[in-house]
């Protein structure tokens, strides 16, 4: 191991004393600073600058002693080219990131940690490298520190996405609703797993017990959600009403539209959260894009960033890119037309801007297949809607609340989780709520719950083992768009195909 001098500034964890030194680090990558855990102060005694000459021992013991337990990956901008790889330790200090195409004999690339943060108050820390200029549809292996694991790029020929939300249980084992929906994913095999917000309902919130669900929940993930081959699958998480808190409202979830303060889930994850993230807007308003195949849109739905500021990127986003994709898909945790309540539905921040306003310009674009959305934790497939908003109105007026028509031009939304959360009923106004121009109403299909049992609006394929919990599976194809939501027995609840004009059969 090369060893090189660099300057830094010891840091015991109680922060009683910080000196700077020069020292010698065995490959240690120090951004200005050396943390030592408890063990490492027992055995060399508080750190001052008189003892800085012993810092390279310690230092070197730190990395080596240390204790790798996952990874897993996001998409980095374009999964098939690039991936933030994130390690869990339980060393502050991290080494770089050796990797290669699986099974090869060529030598190993190295890159550097990006990022490095603690999961207070645990001594657990996340470190994250990028691993740049890959091939697509290529499983790589990677090293560090002794730990191995292998992540497989997106396929930039019909990519296959699968999206899922609202997980909100405690339970990440076996037998978990997450370790059942994982092994569906692991046989769709997709390109990109997005997580569409509402994962441990830690609202913001710190402490012990959140940080140590949220590890439980990303250790569930890492260990289920993978390609057949074993390989780990690049994601994107979106934020919901219970990653961010609304002080302001004196209300633990952002329900009602957050103070921009959200809670670990910034902390854990980087595409979209951290500033130097690529194709980033704002605190999950971020984009991801397939080649030329596949873009998607992510919407902060009011959570932490309010709508109408994400207006102007997301109508110069579309202008810039959609004609350059063959695909478009939006994903937001509450969609434009919402069933979760009559409040949500016609909320002036939330619902109604994003009809009114972000609907009315994604609609201008062919390509834009689906909008996927969570938060109302039932099965729902709406008709496809075309929203005709009338400007005469204000945004606060309810006059554009019922201006859909049922058309095929329009947008198809699909979604409504929930993963693992609890079950929700479908009211009786949702489901005759009509429209003021053609009559129509909202619902194609629907699987919810009331009075303690499953109850089925239009026509669901396998309603009774299933449990309403599902996951959904997309597919882009050249000539038609698939779309399935499957229940945790691995059964499909429902199975949409909508061809594409104009492409060849």
Not at 448 to 458: E, I, K
Request: hydrophobic share 40%; net charge negative; charged share 20%.
């Amino acid at each position: 191991m090369s060893q090189r001098i660099i300057d830094a500034t010891v840091v015991t964890p109680d922060a009683s004393t910080q000196a700077p030194v020069s020292t010698v680090l065995g490959g240690a990558r120090v951004d200005g600073r050396v943390y030592l855990g408890p063990a490492d102060t027992e055995r060399a005694g508080l750190v001052t600058p008189a003892m800085a000459q012993t810092l390279a021992d310690v230092a070197a013991a730190y990395l080596q002693g240390g204790t790798i337990e996952f990874a897993f990956p996001e998409a980095w901008g374009d999964p098939s080219e690039s991936v933030a790889m994130t390690w869990v330790s339980d060393r502050a200090i991290a080494q770089d990131l050796s990797f290669r195409v699986n099974g090869s004999s060529d030598p190993f690339a190295t890159v550097p940690v990006i990022r490095s943060r603690r999961l207070d108050p645990l001594r657990i820390y996340f470190h994250t490298a990028v691993l740049d200029g890959l091939s697509p549809d290529t499983i790589y292996e990677f090293e560090v520190a002794g730990f191995s694991d292998t992540v497989k790029t997106a396929r930039v020929s019909e990519p296959k996405v699968s999206v899922i939300s609202d997980y909100q249980q405690f339970n990440f084992g076996a037998g978990s609703q997450l370790q059942q929906i994982g092994a569906n994913v692991t046989a769709t095999e997709p390109d990109i797993l997005v997580l569409n917000g509402d994962f441990i309902n830690d609202d913001g919130l710190f402490g012990q017990v959140i940080a140590q669900l949220y590890l439980g929940f990303l250790r569930g993930v890492a260990q289920n959600y993978r390609t057949r081959d074993g390989a780990l699958v690049p994601l994107v998480a979106l934020v919901g009403n219970h990653e961010g808190r609304n002080d302001a409202y004196g209300a633990a979830g952002a329900f009602y539209g957050g103070d921009g303060t959200i809670g670990y889930t910034k902390d854990v994850f980087s595409f979209g959260y951290m500033p130097e993230s690529p194709r980033r807007f704002a605190d999950s308003a971020m984009s991801a894009r397939i080649g030329n195949e596949l873009l998607i849109v992510c919407l902060n739905t009011d959570h932490t960033v309010p709508m109408a500021g994400q207006l102007g990127w997301f109508t110069e986003l579309l202008a810039a890119e959609a004609d350059e994709v063959a695909h478009v898909l939006i994903v937001g945790h509450v969609g434009p037309f919402t069933t979760y309540s009559n409040n949500v539905f016609r909320r002036s921040s939330q619902c109604r801007v994003l009809r009114n306003f972000f609907v009315t310009v994604a609609q201008q674009y062919p390509n834009l297949r689906l909008w996927m959305e969570g938060h109302s934790h039932r099965l729902e497939i709406k008709k496809r809607l075309r929203m005709n908003y009338d400007p005469s109105f204000t945004i606060t007026a309810p006059g554009n609340d019922q201006r859909w028509t049922d058309d095929p031009t329009g947008i198809r939304y699909l979604g409504s989780g929930p993963w693992g959360a609890s079950r929700r009923d479908l009211t009786d106004q949702f489901q005759t709520l009509q429209s003021e121009i053609d009559g129509s109403t909202l619902m194609e299909a629907s699987l919810y719950f009331r009075d303690n049992s499953h109850q089925v609006l239009g026509s669901i394929m396998s309603p009774s083992d299933n449990d309403i919990w599902h996951g959904w599976e997309l597919e882009f194809l050249s000539g038609e768009v698939r779309a399935t939501a499957r229940g945790r027995s691995g059964a499909a609840l429902y199975e949409i195909t909508d061809p594409i004009p104009g492409a060849s059969p």
